[in-house]
């Protein structure tokens, strides 16, 4: 039921992109994006409700493909301050509220 | 506005004690979801209530219970802690279905 994320790790240099990948296997209401940095709360980035749907902040998107239950978060031009752990989570139609977190990406951005 | 507050943020308790946290989310939130974070575990998810009832609970014995008061506040209970209920305890919230949720800092509880 839990999701499966790939990479694990990232290690990345400024200026770099990343993909980070959620794949479920269970048929999808929603998928979130949270990053969490030591010692802080995670922190929500975005939520993807409609199968194909891609948003954007800034230079952090994601997309939703729901027909493979997989979902893509896409982060260009890193910075340091993108440096965390990303967890996506997954919600399921008829039990919305139970969100499932992914085991988390830990991405590092040097100088 | 205020964020999700969750007291208090550290606890340190011998085993076979018992643990009461608190939440208090953002105001106008009335879904309130519990998590566990261990390093060997990741985010499990352990309860979500709404209006003071819970609607989805996780894979979590019976010693792990919560309630929702009617202020949307919640507290959960952990009872004959165990020492692998060591973990940060996180709460969040959100208005409805379909947006994000907002994390509390988290209780840091640690069983000795």
């Known amino acids: 039921q839990q999701p499966v994320q790939s990479p694990q790790a990232v290690i990345l240099r400024e200026g770099e992109d990343a993909v980070i990948n959620c794949s479920s296997s269970?048929?999808?209401?929603?998928v979130h994006w949270y990053r969490q940095k030591h010692g802080e709360a995670p922190v929500f980035l975005m939520i993807?409700?409609?199968?194909?749907e891609q948003k954007g902040h800034d230079k952090i998107s994601a997309s939703f493909n729901e027909k493979k239950q997989q979902s893509s978060l896409y982060l260009t031009a890193s910075q340091l301050s993108y440096s965390g752990t990303y967890f996506c989570?997954?919600?399921?139609?008829?039990?919305?509220?139970?969100?499932?977190f992914g085991q988390g990406t830990t991405l590092q951005v040097k100088p | 506005k205020a964020g999700v507050t969750q007291t208090p943020r550290y606890l340190i308790k011998t085993r076979g004690q018992q643990v009461t946290l608190s939440c208090s989310p953002i105001?106008?939130?009335?879904?309130v979801s519990w998590y566990q974070q261990t390093p060997g575990q990741g985010l499990q998810f352990l309860f979500e209530?709404?209006?003071?009832?819970?609607?989805n609970k996780g894979n979590f014995p019976g010693r792990f219970s919560g309630r929702q008061f009617s202020n949307s506040r919640s507290e959960m209970n952990v009872s004959t802690l165990e020492l692998g209920d060591s973990a940060l305890y996180l709460c969040?919230?959100?208005?409805?279905?379909?947006?994000?949720?907002?994390f509390g800092s988290g209780t840091r509880l640690t069983v000795v």
């Open positions: 969040a919230s959100r208005s409805r279905q379909g947006v994000g949720y907002t």
């Open positions: 269970k048929a999808l209401y929603s």
């Open positions: 993807l409700l409609k199968g194909g």
């Open positions: 989570g997954t919600e399921v139609p008829g039990n919305t509220g139970k969100l499932i």
């Open positions: 105001s106008g939130h009335r879904s």
């Open positions: 209530y709404f209006s003071e009832t819970q609607r």
